[in-house]
């Protein structure tokens, strides 16, 4: 749904692309500290009484450089991330970035698959057990369901309704015909 409402900011409100990922980085902002900060602050937790102390994050932040580093290059990722993920809707579709999204995440996966049987003492990486038959076919199915939903890959005996740009290109080339 999300990508849905992206899509038709850029294309249908003619919102510009860095000011849609602008927009969505003040919100998740606001969100994260009016709302999600202060809720783990009251939860019950393990670091001094709550989940997550303002206070203790502020003190690691403020005496940490190498967190500050590590915060630096995670929002300069994320940043990246959202305007290539935005580009990509804004070209395309919507449907194209959930796909991308999908594959991004199966690469994921086989990669991890691959480090473990590579170097089995490595901290990173996952071993296939008797479950990753049942996440594989997980993805086939995303991936296979997110195709015939866009259109990407079409079924034969279902119905596809025709595309606004299907039907516009066939409506200028019946023009040039006549």
Same mark, same amino acid.
């Not at 003190?59 to 929002?75: D, E, H, I, R, T």
């Not at 195709?147 to 606004?164: I, S």
């Given at each position: 749904?999300?990508?849905? %409402?992206?899509e038709?900011?850029?294309k249908?409100?003619?919102?510009?692309?860095?000011? +849609?990922v602008?927009?969505?980085?003040?919100?998740s902002? +606001?969100?994260m500290?009016?709302?999600?900060y202060?809720?783990? #602050?009251?939860?019950? #937790?393990?670091?001094?009484?709550?989940?997550?102390?303002?206070?203790?994050?502020?003190?690691?932040l403020?005496?940490?450089? !190498? +967190?500050q580093?590590l915060?630096v290059? !995670?929002?300069?990722?994320?940043?990246?991330?959202? %305007?290539?993920?935005?580009?990509?809707?804004? %070209?395309? &579709?919507?449907?194209h970035?959930?796909?991308?999204?999908?594959?991004?995440?199966v690469?994921?996966?086989i990669?991890g698959?691959?480090?473990?049987?590579?170097?089995?003492?490595?901290?990173?990486?996952e071993?296939w057990?008797? !479950? &990753?038959?049942?996440?594989? %076919?997980?993805?086939?199915?995303?991936?296979?369901?997110?195709?015939? !939903?866009?259109?990407?890959?079409?079924?034969?005996?279902?119905?596809?309704?025709?595309?606004?740009v299907?039907? &516009?290109? &066939?409506?200028?080339?019946?023009?040039?015909?006549?």
């Amino acid at each position: 749904m999300f990508n849905v %409402a992206e899509e038709w900011l850029l294309k249908d409100v003619d919102l510009p692309m860095m000011q +849609l990922v602008g927009w969505e980085g003040l919100w998740s902002t +606001l969100l994260m500290l009016c709302v999600v900060y202060p809720l783990l #602050g009251s939860i019950p #937790g393990h670091d001094h009484g709550v989940v997550e102390s303002p206070h203790d994050t502020l003190a690691m932040l403020w005496n940490g450089s !190498y +967190l500050q580093g590590l915060v630096v290059v !995670y929002v300069i990722s994320c940043g990246t991330f959202n %305007a290539t993920a935005v580009a990509v809707t804004g %070209a395309l &579709s919507g449907i194209h970035r959930m796909m991308l999204d999908a594959t991004r995440t199966v690469v994921i996966w086989i990669f991890g698959l691959t480090v473990y049987y590579i170097d089995q003492t490595s901290p990173f990486g996952e071993a296939w057990t008797r !479950y &990753s038959i049942l996440q594989c %076919a997980g993805f086939v199915l995303l991936v296979l369901g997110q195709a015939v !939903y866009g259109g990407v890959l079409k079924l034969p005996g279902v119905y596809y309704p025709a595309n606004d740009v299907e039907t &516009s290109k &066939s409506t200028v080339d019946a023009g040039e015909e006549a």
